[in-house]
């Protein structure tokens, strides 16, 4: 499914999505594409990193974590 919308940008961002565009030899229009894939995998290899630490805390660092609370 394909969604239209219209974005409204400020010369700054128009400035960098034309910078970025360019680097991509790609249109603005893939460019931000390209940009909101980006971020979104950065947000996810980032919650992926949180939640592979917690796995380590509740696991591996169980038994210090416990003592740490009882002191």
Same mark, same amino acid.
């Given at each position: 499914?394909?969604? $239209?919308m219209?974005l409204?940008?400020?010369?700054?961002?128009?400035?960098?999505?034309?910078r970025?565009?360019?680097?991509?030899?790609?249109?603005?229009?893939? $460019?931000?594409l #390209?940009a909101i894939?980006l971020a979104?995998? #950065?947000i996810s290899?980032?919650?992926?990193?949180i939640?592979r630490a %917690?796995?380590?805390?509740?696991t %591996?660092?169980?038994?210090?974590?416990?003592?740490? $609370?009882?002191a």
């Amino acid at each position: 499914m394909v969604m $239209a919308m219209t974005l409204r940008l400020d010369a700054d961002h128009d400035t960098m999505i034309i910078r970025l565009a360019t680097q991509l030899k790609c249109s603005k229009h893939e $460019a931000v594409l #390209r940009a909101i894939e980006l971020a979104d995998e #950065r947000i996810s290899v980032k919650q992926r990193g949180i939640e592979r630490a %917690r796995e380590i805390l509740r696991t %591996r660092d169980k038994e210090l974590l416990e003592r740490l $609370a009882d002191a």
